[in-house]
């Protein structure tokens, strides 16, 4: 496949068939995969299921599939949208498909449930998790959320660790209301003015929100009070990691190039995403959201790193912040979620 300066109709034909969606499980679960380069055995066809349905996130996926990279290493890759990172653990868990990109916390506590999967590499290392309000809201500053009333979406992470947020920035949580609503409901209470503002994460909503509403959105970051754990990553099912070890290095390989390749051109690997879903946002949407993707890539102990390298002390404080806010049990190491046999080609711990 041509590199980003041939994007004839052809090759966007080619990469629309690669992508095309499909409810079907991948054909490479269980069976004979690729060498670490693909020089065996022929390309093999592998099915990918995202946390949620396509946002500028998932661009390097797209783009890594035009430009050739999951091709190089053997893999015809089909990318499949999710409903929730829960639903795509499940379904990687029970080879439904071949890899699932989950968030990091519904990972764990669905591993701690008996889901037999593992992180065979974190991406969003810092997680997105943020207060998102207007910028015309007075709200510029963690105390300016005293006697606010914010959209919460009781279970999942961001939610379940604000308190630690607010507590980390010397706020009393009682001080703060919570309104429980789910994720359409949360920004359309937002931009109706029914809440001071959302809980979720800032690489998503928020640029939707600013979008739609032609009003500026600002981030509260919970990073930004010192509170971190994992986000978005690449999973398999235990099965997928004992019969296809080389089917797993090979994709964790292509992925990180994937991410290294749309972090040099943004542009580009945005609009390898045009017309590849209906409920995709527009292109300027997704282009902020790959943006503030970016900055989610880096270590919070070892700044810029191979995408998809993970270091067991950041893996550590993830078990830390997720057991003291009852999101998993607390009791197990590291090994229990991450397996650290796939480290990416060119990353080291």
Known sequence: MSKKTLRSTLVAAAAASALLLTSCAGAGAGGDG?????????????TIMLNWYPYGEHAPFYYGVEQGIFEEHGINLTIQAGQGSTKTVQATGQDQVDFGWADTPAVMSNIDKGVGVQSVGVFLQTTPSAVQVFADSGITTPEDLVGATIATSAGDAPTTTFPMYLEAAGIDPADVTQQNLDAAGKMAAMMNGQVDGLIGFAHDQGPTIANESGRDVIYLKYSEVGLNFFSNGLIASNSMISDNPELVQAMVDATSESFEAAKADPEAAVAAMDG??????????LLEQWTETIILLDSPTSGEVVPGTNSTEDWEATISVLAEAGLIEGENSVDTY????????????
Do not use: I, L, R
């Not at 690729?34 to 592998?46: F, L, N, Q, R």
């Not at 590849?276 to 949407?285: G, L, R, S, W």
């Open 34 to 46: 690729p060498t670490a380069e693909g020089e065996e055995g022929g390309m093999t066809d592998v």
């Open 276 to 285: 590849k879903d209906p409920q995709m946002p527009v292109a300027e949407v």
């Open 338 to 349: 991450f397996n650290a046999d796939f480290a990416p080609a060119g990353g080291a711990e």
